[in-house]
């Protein structure tokens, strides 16, 4: 009897790689609650017309550069595909510090590595004997992490990701225990803007950092990626908040027109554990501040830290591979 594939019995869980690129460590593991996976996955088909082959047509094909790239969409019950996408994790009176990694820094499971790679298993799955439709992404490193943050909505994490290779199974999918601990909502967030003043106006936070992820494809005999360079970081915070007379000259005057630096923190606190993204040197570097003829006055700023620490208490075991 034929199956059709449905959404249903889909399942992305991830392992941690350790000592080389591409190489795995442990087992499967929980990300979180995905609700959507898109894979990116370039073949490397080059078509190839020429003069003398008399004729419309395409003359030949070639094999170029393999690149696989993904994004995927989660409600978070933890915060480590976030210490992936910053940097190193360590541990300190019981909370996860997640601190920034740069080029000359290594990484504690990787040679040669700032950031720490880990591997995606896709799968969908069918009562058939053999017919399920698995695909494993090895050497996955975080190119984009965007937290968004709205009033009367769960917070959502969308993840864009850099890869080395696929492999295809349609044999048996690795069991992972789903986590039913509730994921956090707009009601565990605090935006502290700056650090000290709590903005009990704002109604959406969206937290990006960007890794600008380079794949290089050298002269080494290979069609797959060497391994992912982590460029330039970037940091952005969009924030939308309810103008009052509490906030709306200071953010505007003070540190808009008036340019001055402040740290800011978001804090969420839930049944998962607490989190809390803390960011030092900001400055707003764009803001809008409308005047409609009805309804409630909205500012939105653009904010860019230049440094990111993140603090987290939960029941996790390890945000490391050991």
Not at 10 to 24: D, I, K, M, P, R
Not at 203 to 212: G, W
Not at 251 to 259: K, M
């Amino acid at each position: 009897m034929t199956y059709k594939y449905i959404g249903d019995s889909n399942q992305l869980c991830f392992q941690f790689e350790s000592g080389t690129y591409a190489n795995t460590s442990g087992t499967r593991q929980w990300i979180g609650l995905v609700q959507d996976h898109t894979p990116s996955e370039g073949a490397g088909v080059n078509p190839i017309r020429f003069q003398g082959n008399y004729n419309r047509n395409i003359g030949l094909f070639t094999d170029g550069q393999l690149e696989y790239t993904g994004t995927f969409t989660y409600y978070p019950q933890d915060w480590k595909m976030l210490a992936f996408a910053v940097g190193s994790t360590g541990i300190s009176a019981g909370s996860r510090l997640i601190r920034e990694t740069n080029s000359d820094d290594v990484s504690y499971a990787i040679t040669g590595q700032s950031l720490n790679s880990f591997t995606l298993e896709d799968s969908k799955k069918t009562p058939n004997t053999g017919g399920n439709f698995i695909r494993t992404f090895n050497g996955c490193m975080i190119d984009t992490f965007d937290l968004t943050l709205s009033e009367g909505e769960i917070c959502s994490v969308d993840v864009g990701y850099v890869a080395q290779s696929v492999d295809f199974s349609s044999g048996t999918i690795t069991a992972v225990t789903a986590r039913t601990t509730k994921p956090y909502m707009w009601s565990d967030v605090t935006v502290h803007l700056p650090s000290g003043t709590t903005l009990t106006n704002a109604t959406e936070f969206n937290f990006s950092l960007n890794n600008n992820i380079e794949s290089r494809f050298p002269l080494n005999g290979s069609r797959t990626l060497e391994s992912p360079q982590p460029l330039s970081r970037d940091y952005e915070v969009s924030s939308t908040f309810l103008m009052d007379s509490s906030n709306a000259k200071t953010l505007y005057d003070q540190y808009y027109i008036g340019g001055s630096s402040f740290n800011s923190m978001v804090e969420m606190k839930a049944v998962a554990g607490s989190a809390y993204i803390i960011m030092s040197g900001c400055r707003i570097t764009e803001m809008e501040t409308p005047s409609p003829v009805e309804g409630l006055h909205e500012q939105t700023a653009t904010i860019m830290p230049t440094s990111v620490n993140v603090n987290v208490y939960d029941s996790i075991g390890s945000y490391n591979a050991w």
